[in-house]
């Protein structure tokens, strides 16, 4: 055999390996993924995390929500999941792993936000939203975080993977629970729903919040609107959200919004693009029981 059919022979060994490794150890750790610790390294469908600490001698597995800042580390790489959305801000990954894309409907949402980005060390457009790279054999970000700190990640994935310039990765902005009362009583045996409204602000612009992404004390939205909750002439988001599903308890005294924003929100167009930056905002609750609500 000639020396560049030994070649394509190795480089096809090569491919073989990597796909069994790559797509037969998260389907072992998926059945064995643990519950209750400190240390998240599973995000589930519906979850967020942010991960902020070391994940040492295992993987980070994400189906749902996963934003990655400065503390970060992954010892064994990062598998995004379908329909999961990664937002990296800064952090690691242990030498010679890599950031995995499980393709598929809908595709997974992965986000770095930096400058000076290049692969394989040629530099890319400054202006460039996303890049892709070779399914099998990868490509290796480099740039830098907002921190100063370095970006060298390996990924493997046939979609695209996104650019963002740096941008805080939290961002405060109001909330108003149950628009209109004095107290934002909550009784969770209740069947009913909670409306909470995001408010436009001087500051802030509730038709940059991508409703699909907004979750209420861990609840989804059953539905939202547009409208001028505070009359003040501009437009604000009103949410409902099933009380029975609000992760509060008889001890909370208040709950947080969260979401990512995109672009404006207009009553006759709602496609979104994930992938933003994320925001929150927190307000006072009072849980009462049922036997309280009737006295009122």
């Known amino acids: 055999m000639g020396e560049s059919g030994a070649m394509e022979k190795q480089k096809n060994s090569l491919r073989v390996r990597f796909s069994v490794i790559a797509w037969c150890i998260p389907a072992i750790l998926l ?17 967020t995390a942010d991960i902020d600490y070391a994940i040492e001698y295992d993987f980070l597995m994400v189906l749902g929500t996963a934003n990655l800042y400065p503390c970060a580390y992954v010892d064994w790489g990062v598998y995004a ?11 690691q990954i242990g030498d010679g792993f890599f950031v995995l894309l499980y393709t598929g409907e ?20 400054p202006l460039a939203t996303q890049f892709s790279v070779d399914p099998f054999y990868g490509g290796v970000l480099t740039g830098t975080y907002e921190n100063g ?10 979609v695209p ?32 729903v909670v409306s909470v409204a995001v408010l436009t602000t001087d500051n802030f612009d509730a038709g940059t919040v991508d409703p699909a992404t907004v979750k209420f004390a861990g ?7 547009l409208e001028d ?4 002439g501009d437009d604000d988001l009103m949410f409902h959200f099933r009380t029975q599903k609000l992760n509060l ?11 990512q924003l995109t672009g404006p929100i207009t009553a006759q167009s709602t496609e979104q693009v994930s992938g933003g930056t994320t925001v929150s905002g927190t307000d006072e609750v009072r849980i009462i029981s049922s036997k309280k609500s009737k006295k009122k």
């Open 219 to 225: 609840a989804a939205p059953e539905r939202w609107k």
């Open 149 to 158: 700190d370095p970006i060298d990640l390996l990924f493997y994935s046939d």
């Open 106 to 125: 809908p595709s997974p949402v992965v986000t770095i936000y930096g400058t000076d980005f290049a692969l394989d060390g040629a530099p890319l457009d």
């Open 161 to 192: 993977i996104f650019l963002r310039p740096p941008q805080p990765p939290d961002t405060e902005m109001a909330i108003d629970i149950k628009p209109g009362g004095n107290q934002n009583n909550i009784n969770l045996k209740s069947k009913g």
């Open 249 to 259: 308890d008889q001890d909370s005294t208040e709950a947080t919004l969260t979401a």
């Open 31 to 47: 059945c064995a993924a643990p519950c209750g610790a400190q240390i998240v390294n599973f995000v589930d469908v519906g979850e």
């Open 229 to 232: 909750v505070d009359d003040d």
């Open 81 to 91: 999941f379908n329909g999961c959305t990664i937002n990296i801000y800064g952090g």
